[in-house]
């Protein structure tokens, strides 16, 4: 007969095994994804604690898996952030004049984009979670391509206006998606460092953005500049979409080109997050806890105050650029060093979070807004023909990247719960999305080159944001104490037991935050 440690890990994978007489930990609704749960209770019996990998093997396996996801999502990022500033510079090679755009409508036409985003994000977070991932990224990337390609020939603003929505709407997958992809195969501690990573390639976007720019301002051909803009671009969007259906996985139970041996280790690491992996049947009381976790709110304001600053410079950067002075070439050139130094400061924000001691994510986040208001606050004050000196200072601005990078380590590190966590990450876009609405509305024309009400609301934003960042760390760690006091109870009645078998036992189950009794929040 099996003994008692054998038959613990063999029910692993598949009931809670604590008392029923606390629902809060034990409830019989709760139950494990067993699509692949004879892989997770063989990880779990083959690992069964973490000084059973050994860390020269885990650093190799490590690197490994590095290269299979990080390359991939990065240059998903990448074609996502050109995507984005497609509008930008169509702006400076004359789609305002070839389409008429007057008033507000080159401002409505950088807003409506996210109001596809806003209808759309939370549903299709919630086909995501049924929906193999990868596969479900991938057709979004098409279609997305697919759709900046039709802009090509659009020919007034009412038409361009319905395939700017249907875009943002096929794009509202892509941030939770890439977040999901990072908790589903790395620890919390590997989190921030990997988030910067494909986070950067937001600045090679901004910088590539600009190279492909002046390439497409140099073509001499029958259409217009911005034609060969949307063209173009949509049609490598829609190719690398087809591209990344072949090569990025759905799961750490199924990745390519790793041994059985290997998938076991990238299961087992995952013990320690205790925020589950994959859970494909949505679990609607946990969209109700997401909604009553004031956290969630926090979460989405800080994504709401993240997006003014972003939504602006996504859409006005080469106006405002082009403003110092500069002539339309030369102005997407001048995009380059910006995308570079956004690179350069989400790198700097990862090295600043992996030599600091623990818990000292929020403290690097408020760090990195320092120059970002230094910058809008110079860029405000600076004499008007100080040009260079104003170039500068909205180069710095772009240091609040690196916190939010962080910032979204917090999101993923500190929500349990499969349905849960998609909400949670849809949420945080949809305030991003209402920030990225408003945003090109306080760049006004009547205030070109200067947009000082545009710059004014970067300011204030990154403000906001810097409290909010002391705000979650006193709420993570006034969290992590009640979780002490729950867990010293429920010990001294005998309910659960400080072992390796207790995380074993709640590590995968599709527990929230909030259930789990062995979660830690970090901050």
């Not at 029923?20 to 083959?46: C, F, G, K, M, N």
């Not at 600045?203 to 073509?219: E, M």
């Not at 304001?301 to 950067?317: C, E």
Request: charged share 15%.
């Amino acid at each position: 007969m099996a003994n008692k440690d054998e038959l613990t890990r063999m029910e692993v994978c598949d009931t809670i095994h604590v008392e029923q007489s606390h629902p809060s930990i034990r409830d019989p609704e709760i139950q494990v994804d067993q699509t692949h749960a004879e892989i997770y209770r063989e990880a779990l019996q083959l690992f069964p604690d973490d000084d059973s990998i050994d860390k020269a093997t885990e650093r190799k396996l490590r690197r490994k898996l590095d290269w299979h996801i990080l390359p991939l999502l990065g240059m998903c990022y990448f074609f996502y952030y050109v995507d984005k500033t497609t509008m930008s510079y169509a702006a400076i090679f004359g789609i305002k004049d070839d389409l008429k755009l007057h008033g507000t409508q080159y401002s409505w036409l950088s807003s409506v984009f996210y109001f596809g985003w806003l209808i759309w994000s939370i549903p299709s977070n919630l086909i995501m979670q049924r929906s193999p991932p990868s596969w479900y990224l991938s057709i979004n990337i098409f279609l997305w391509g697919a759709l900046l390609m039709c802009q090509t020939a659009a020919g007034n603003f009412t038409v361009l206006v319905v395939l700017r929505v249907l875009s943002g709407a096929f794009e509202a997958i892509a941030d939770p998606a890439f977040m999901l992809f990072t908790s589903m195969f790395y620890t919390r501690e590997e989190q921030p460092s990997r988030i910067s990573a494909w986070y950067a390639w937001n600045g090679i976007g901004v910088a590539g953005g600009g190279l492909i720019g002046y390439g497409i301002g140099q073509i001499q051909g029958t259409l217009p500049a911005w034609r060969y803009e949307f063209l173009i671009i949509g049609a490598l969007c829609a190719s690398w979409g087809i591209v990344l259906a072949f090569l990025l996985p759905n799961s750490p139970t199924t990745i390519r080109n790793f041994t059985h041996q290997e998938r076991l280790m990238l299961i087992a690491r995952m013990r320690h997050n205790q925020t589950g992996v994959e859970h494909h049947k949505v679990e609607w009381y946990q969209i109700k806890e997401a909604l009553l976790d004031y956290k969630t709110w926090l979460f989405m304001l800080m994504g709401f105050v993240s997006a003014v600053p972003n939504g602006g410079i996504s859409n006005f950067s080469t106006l405002v650029i082009k403003g110092l002075g500069f002539d339309t070439l030369h102005t997407a050139l001048l995009g380059i060093p910006q995308g570079v130094l956004v690179s350069i400061w989400i790198g700097l924000g990862a090295l600043a979070n992996h030599y600091m001691p623990p818990n000292s994510r929020t403290l690097v986040c408020a760090a990195f807004m320092l120059p970002t208001i230094a910058g809008a606050l110079g860029f405000l004050l600076a004499p008007a023909d100080a040009y260079v000196g104003r170039l500068i200072c909205f180069y710095l601005t772009g240091s609040y990247q690196a916190s939010f990078v962080i910032c979204l380590s917090l999101i993923t590190s500190n929500t349990g719960g499969h349905s849960k966590k998609m909400i949670v990450s849809g949420i945080i876009w949809f305030g991003s999305c209402i920030g990225s609405i408003s945003s090109p509305f306080f760049y006004k024309t009547s205030q070109a080159p200067t947009y000082h009400l545009g710059i004014g609301s970067l300011l204030v934003s990154n403000v906001i944001e810097l409290a909010l960042f002391f705000v979650l760390r006193s709420a993570f760690k006034w969290e992590n104490r009640q979780k002490e006091k729950k867990r010293a109870t429920l010990q001294d009645t005998g309910d659960i037991k400080n072992s390796r078998e207790a995380l074993n036992i709640t590590a995968f189950q599709n527990l929230t935050d909030k259930e789990n009794p062995n979660f830690v929040y970090c901050y």
